[in-house]
């Protein structure tokens, strides 16, 4: 028996629940792992708040991130008391996520938790630092180098958004923070922001080409402010897209990209191949201080979860919310 936030589908909507569960009902999976820790991110508040379209399996329990060790494996590779991460491949979507005590996985899903990172620290970064840290691999790819000029995060106060911020001032780029809350202005200058922008400039319909002035682009907003990024994005520069934080929409135009040259590449955390997240983390591990945001994480038990849910749609939460699972 464990106990895991439980999500059922009714005809008033979704409705969520901590409930305790028998090992029986978890899915398909040959690694079993007695969660330690999981979070609470922007896409698990949809789910358990019924707003979006996130689940497609139902019943589901949420959570698109865990840690924990492992309690019984039927592949070679990995081994009973392992400590082990996993992100993405439908957590919380179609198969049952990390918002519980125990869950039933496909090893190849799995990766040893970083040398250096206990279980609580990598789920301060979890899918957050993992997405931006994808970001940042692919504005690399494209040749933005540190010195090429300024790069623009939106969102810095959110998980994605400030981990992005710590990465990328690690690597020596120059990060420029865009945030709807000047009372974190000085956290982000602590983080690496070199200068810090009011949302409110780049989140209003504005003009589709603009002043040239970001060499790459973190963006977890979408919507307004991801058009208004592009149209100020230099010529060759690039654009990575995450989150949609603002909307799902993009109203905008393709002058940037057919006058301006300028690249914009979706991220997608979910699926992602194993040499891939490896890297990602292998990255995150060397530029992140996980310690660094110890201070300015929320930590909640698993009862806390549901009411906390509304509190990160409505941006009223900072940083990262991590699950003790067992409290």
Known sequence: MFDAIYLSRESEGTRAELRRL?????????????VSYSSVNFKDALAITGQGAVVREWPMVPGVDLA?????????????????????WGLGETHWGGLAQHARLPSNWLLRVPEGL?????????TAGFTAALCVMALRRHAVAPGDGEILVTGA??????????????????VVASTGRPGEAEYL????????????????????????????????????????????????????ACGLAQGGDFPGSVMPFILRGAALYGVNSVVVEN??????WDLLKRYVNAERFAARTVQIGLGDVIDHA??????????????????
């Open 22 to 34: 028998d090992d029986s009902m978890l899915l398909a999976g040959d690694v079993e792992v007695r």
């Open 68 to 88: 924990g060790v492992i309690d019984r494996s039927e592949h070679p590779a990995w081994k009973r008391g392992e400590h082990v991460v996993v992100t993405g």
């Open 118 to 126: 206990s279980l609580r620290d990598s789920m301060i970064i979890g």
């Open 157 to 174: 106060a959110g998980g994605v958004g400030s981990i992005a911020i710590a990465l990328l001032a690690g690597l020596g780029y120059e």
């Open 189 to 240: 200058k602590l983080l690496g922001a070199t200068q810090i922008v009011d949302r409110s400039t780049l989140s209003a319909p504005g003009k589709p080409l603009q002043s040239e002035r970001w060499a790459g682009v973190v963006d977890a907003v979408g919507s307004h402010t991801l058009v208004s990024a592009c149209a100020s994005t230099r010529r060759d520069g690039a654009i990575t």
């Open 275 to 280: 040499d891939t997240r490896e890297a990602a």
């Open 310 to 327: 509304p509190q990160v749609l409505s941006g009223n939460v900072r940083g990262r919310t991590v699950v003790d699972v067992n409290r």
